[in-house]
């Protein structure tokens, strides 16, 4: 199995420093840092010296069992939803903005204290139970779960140590249903 290791960014995602790179497509400049305003895959070009965002404008459709990446947007007790901005088809991940909602499995750990297998503005890889106006996933399966998540408490991005998350921060782990590739995701098919 072929694997395509691109950085895959979402909007907001600080990409460089002004001093470093120019700001190309689909990123802008704010307090001296170039952040991403698209979804899609990172372009450094060293010639140029400009970073940029790519992504591919052509119809696509989500289907059954296909592996998507999405943003946590909702999550209570009824509903998490996820804003689908990737869809893996052959080797490549295309971008595409879509809705769906995750099914959650009862998790063994869910008792554990801080555990919550998904928080609002977590990046995630899942899987496509039933596709449809609001796709059902799941993020239960080999190499599925969350790829980057934040602090319940300062918003920092926590850190995989030893399996688990950890804010350095507050010096705190924080249980979530977490991917392996969790903070260097390694994107396209799995
Ligand atoms: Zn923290």
Not at 104 to 118: A, L, T
Request: overall charge neutral.
């Amino acid at each position: 199995m072929k694997e395509k290791n691109i950085d895959f960014v979402i909007p907001g995602d600080h990409l460089s420093f002004p001093e470093e790179y120019l700001s190309g497509k689909n990123t802008s400049e704010s307090d001296y840092r170039i952040i991403s305003v698209s979804y899609g895959g990172l372009n450094r070009d060293e010639k140029s010296l400009t970073v940029s965002v790519e992504h591919k404008d052509k119809a696509i459709f989500i289907e059954n069992n296909d592996v998507v990446y999405g943003q946590v947007t909702k999550s209570d007790s009824r509903q998490i939803s996820i804003s689908i901005v990737g869809v893996v088809k052959g080797h490549e991940v295309l971008h595409i903005l879509a809705e769906g909602h995750l099914r959650m499995n009862h998790d063994r750990r869910s008792n554990e204290r801080n555990f919550k297998p998904v928080m609002i503005g977590d990046l995630l890889r899942a899987r496509v139970i039933r596709a449809g106006q609001f796709s059902e996933l799941t993020i239960n399966g080999d190499g599925l779960g969350i790829l980057k998540s934040r602090c319940s408490n300062c918003r920092d991005v926590l850190i995989l140590k030893d399996g688990s998350l950890f804010c350095v921060n507050c010096n705190k782990w924080e249980g979530r249903k977490n991917a392996p590739d969790y903070g260097a995701p390694i994107f396209g098919e799995r």
